[in-house]
């Protein structure tokens, strides 16, 4: 076992690997806490890459002569590599004496010294390599085919999520990896901003991460603000002085630009480095090879930080919320409804704001609205960012349980249910309220950011993408609703879950009749609804030719 983190909530979401079906009951840790104790374990961090033949005790032994090592774990990436975390930050300057520097004789190297090593046998025949298969921590998760198999052989809906979450959820080991990614980004922005640091956001911190997802980074100037508080009491003022640009979006854009060009000549196994400086949120894209991730670099991100601490508080509050989330999103992407790339599609954002606005319209609600959540902010809650009042509790102890007792057999079904005849024509989600209100304007689907009240997080989304979505979850709570799992596991057919993550044929025309047999007036109507709305939209598309 991998020591580090106690009882903090990321260290109990990796428990559950274990113990899968269990209640957490004791995440105590803020959010805030949880990334300090993450930053820190990074930067005492060091990533080595080994030959495919080794003996991890020789290895081990040769670092331990820099100090004591904390952690480690081996895993594959383009070949083995090792990750240690070594008890203390001084043992990677004495490291970083002792080892060698590349010889120039193929290629020039740039003499930016790294905490990335690679360790070579110099004599690999003679070395005796241990008998014992070096155990290699798992980076992505399992195929969805092979999910599927697993999940047939489990005995209820619910214990089928738990396994999905289990599968997909990011690891103890994935996610020292992705604060290691950052903190060596943040080595380069140092070089010019020594105050400076770069902080995960998004899915690699909000605790809906899964395997595979890309790490959202932001270079974060923290002192900016003290500085500018620190001097008004005096007789006098004394302050830097600091170029001076028209607009916060042009220093933004001129430090990206800096940093993206040092990543790209100078930073070791950075490839595909791409700046977007014209974006609304300009950002630097590049792969970091040493770590395997795709990671997205931009600059002070206070807001994004909100939500994400945000998802975090929901994700920590109750087990039944990340089991929804990760199945909600493994089916859309499944279903095609997601997709990597940019485009019109829904994201696994506004998913994962659907499912907490589904999780608090519950009755009883699982979890507080936005409000709920402000109303216990204390003074040291209090945030303002860009005149939006962004404060909530982050002590998750003061926040009730919840009273509702549903299984995930049937919030599942009522998830497709409850989004298969929303009224998004006329109504938008406001998970600050909990309430449904109606649409500030007519993109097909509005969901209220939380904090930026006049942004609608899913803008990209189209009607036709809307559609697909409403279909795909009406076609699923059908499935859920007629399905006979006695019958079907006696057939050894996919039932439940794995049900829901085969792709539905496409002509499912006979399916659509039985489905009108078998279910509500209410539900019957607004699918007639969508067929008029979909006649709609290709006669328009029609026209348009
Ligand atoms: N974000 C936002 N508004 C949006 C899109 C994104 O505030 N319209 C913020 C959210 O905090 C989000 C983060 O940017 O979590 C990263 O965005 P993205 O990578 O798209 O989503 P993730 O939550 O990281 O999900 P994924 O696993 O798909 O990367
Ligand atoms: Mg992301």
Not at 134 to 155: F, G, N, R, T
Not at 161 to 171: A, D, H, V
Not at 181 to 206: H, I
Not at 425 to 436: A, I, Q, T, V, Y
């Amino acid at each position: 076992m991998i020591s580090g983190l106690g009882d903090g909530p990321l260290a109990c979401m990796q428990r559950g690997k274990q113990v899968p079906y269990a209640e957490v009951g004791t995440r105590k840790k803020t959010f805030a806490e949880v990334q300090t104790e993450r930053l820190n374990q990074a930067e005492r961090t060091v990533l080595i890459k080994c030959p495919s033949k080794l003996n991890q005790k020789k290895l081990l032994q040769y670092l331990a002569s820099h100090g004591n090592i904390k952690s480690h774990f081996f895993f594959e990436n383009r070949g083995i590599s090792a990750l240690v975390e070594f008890s203390e930050k001084s043992s990677i300057a004495s490291l970083q004496d002792a080892v060698g520097i590349p010889s120039a004789s193929e290629h020039h190297v740039v003499p930016f010294k790294s905490r990335l090593f690679t360790f070579t046998l110099k004599n690999p025949v003679s070395q005796h390599v241990e008998d014992t298969p070096l155990h290699l921590s798992p980076q992505c998760h399992i195929p969805v085919k092979d999910l599927i198999e697993k999940l047939c052989l489990a005995d209820s809906i619910s214990t089928q999520m738990y396994i999905l979450l289990n599968e997909y959820q990011l690891t103890e080991e994935n996610i020292k990896l992705r604060f290691l990614a950052c903190s060596l980004v943040r080595d380069f922005a140092r070089a010019y901003f020594p105050d400076s640091t770069v902080k995960p956001f998004g899915s690699s911190v909000n605790t809906f991460g899964k395997l595979g997802s890309d790490v959202d980074m932001f270079l974060d100037f923290c002192d900016t603000g003290k500085h500018a508080t620190k001097m008004k009491k005096g007789p006098f003022e004394m302050e830097y002085q600091m170029k001076r640009l028209p607009s916060e979006r042009l220093a933004t854009q001129r430090i990206l630009s800096v940093i993206g060009d040092c990543l790209d000549n100078f930073g070791p196994g950075c490839v595909n480095v791409q700046k977007i400086l014209n974006a609304r949120c300009p950002l630097v894209k590049f792969s970091h090879q040493p770590t395997g991730f795709q990671c997205d670099l931009s600059v002070s991100n206070s807001i994004a930080t909100r939500s994400s601490e945000l998802l975090y508080i929901y994700g920590c509050l109750d087990s039944r919320v990340r089991a929804l989330v990760f199945t909600v999103r493994c089916w859309a992407r499944v279903h095609g409804l997601t997709n990597s790339a940019p485009g019109t599609w829904i994201t696994n954002f506004s998913l994962t704001m659907m499912v907490m606005f589904f999780l608090q319209r519950r009755s009883p609600p699982i979890i507080p609205t936005l409000d709920q959540l402000k109303e216990l902010a204390d003074e040291k809650d209090k945030h303002i960012i860009g005149g939006y009042d962004c404060s909530f509790v982050s002590d998750l102890r003061k926040i009730k349980p919840t009273k509702n007792t549903e299984t995930l057999d049937v919030l599942l079904g009522e998830f497709f249910e409850y989004f298969g005849n929303f009224d998004f024509r006329k109504n938008s989600l406001n998970l600050r309220k909990g309430k449904e209100v109606n649409k500030p304007e007519s993109s097909p689907l509005y969901i209220w950011n939380p904090f930026e009240q006049d942004l609608n997080i899913s803008k990209n989304v189209n009607q036709p993408q809307l559609e697909k979505f409403i279909a795909m979850a009406r076609e699923s709570a059908w499935i859920l609703q007629k399905e006979d799992k006695t019958q079907q596991m006696i057939n050894k057919e996919p039932w439940g879950l794995a049900a829901l993550l085969i792709p539905f044929g496409k002509n499912n025309s006979s399916k659509m009749k039985n489905r009108m047999k078998g279910i509500g007036s209410e539900t019957i109507r607004s699918l007639l609804d969508s067929l008029k709305l979909n006649n709609a939209s290709s006669q328009q598309k029609a026209v348009g030719k």
